[in-house]
């Protein structure tokens, strides 16, 4: 008996002409996330990925968690591979199901048959394997209006495929499709969200963390790297730029009003972010931004900080409430790392009463008098390259 993973692909299938290079996508992306649990034969027909595993030793429970992490995916599932032979197909189905069925009280059976040359009609294939399954369980029911478990027999090229139930697959476009970005990422809960969010939407990512030691310390920048680790089963390999802040952030405490430090701050990580962005070639700049959630988060700080920067500025969070955030924070499995206590550069030398309302003129005017040219080409002379996800 074998066990492969049928996918069905998500809104790929919308994309016409450009549905090749997606799928490819999809397909480099599937092999990079299983490629360290052993060899696949990996094939696509129909709308249907077929994922193989080549040796017996396979963790195939590895294999499908990490099938459910990769975006473009609508649903998979795990199916039972066999010889395209009547007998071999009823007896392997009355085996493979025991768990299921043993549960079950109503069944359908469904069958598709895309190797026309197989013998027996769709029909006669599910009255076979209803019937044997009814025999051998017979507690259950057919039900083919409202069943319980459905359980489908496909015949395609090399094998007949048995399966039953469908799991959910990650949903979105396979990242890669959409070209590349940088996400600047805090220890926080919103911003690996936000990271989340538009790997989701197809982006491959850079991750742009700005750190101030001694302020904030070597294990808060390690903690970023967790979350980045763990936001990467979903967005793939990335690599994470740290800044080193410390200076600026001093000279912002020296030489700004107090009132406007923040806005002055996140200006200087949009100018820096950019520039890193840039020379990576990432199109795009990524937040965790939401409307309102703090004093450089009101419509009027906004136009500050955007500013600051020439290229488009994704803001995913932007119209969502903090409990909504929180959720997908759970569902990804970044909340728990994100609520452990560590300082943020953004906490360091925070105003007592930060501007809610910031007049562009007069940031620009306090932010020219004091100078940051220098300091900013010397913290893009010293930026630290992490590997995340390898
Ligand atoms: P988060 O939970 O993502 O930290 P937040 O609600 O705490 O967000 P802020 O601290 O104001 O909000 O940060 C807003 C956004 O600025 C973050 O979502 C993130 O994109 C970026 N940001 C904040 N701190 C850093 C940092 N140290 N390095 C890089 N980006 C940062
Ligand atoms: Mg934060």
Redesign the pocket.
Known sequence: MKEVILIKLGEIVLKGLNRRTFEDILIKNIKQRIKPLGKFEISIAQSTVCVEPLSDDIDIDEVSDRIGHVFGIAAYSRALAVEKDMDTIISSAVEYLEETMSTASTVKVESKRSDKKFPLTSPQISAEVGGALLMRYSHLTVDVHNPETVVTVEIRDKYAYIRSGVIKGAGGIPTGTSGKAA??????????V?AYMMAKRGLVLEG????SPPYTSERAEQK?AELMEIVSKYAGRMVMIT?P?TKIQEKLHKDCPEELFTIIM?RL?MKISQRIAEKDECSAL?????LG??A??TLQAMVCTDEAADMPVFRPLIGMDKADIIEISRKIGTFET?IQPYE???TVFTPKHPRTRPVLKYVLEAERAAGFDELIEEALNNLKVTKIGF
Do not use: K, N, Y
């Open positions: 996400i600047l990422i805090s220890g926080g809960i919103d911003s690996p936000a742009i963390h700005f750190a970023v800044v802040f996140r990580m990524i937040t965790g931004e939401s959630q703090v450089s988060q994100s943020d550069c953004c």
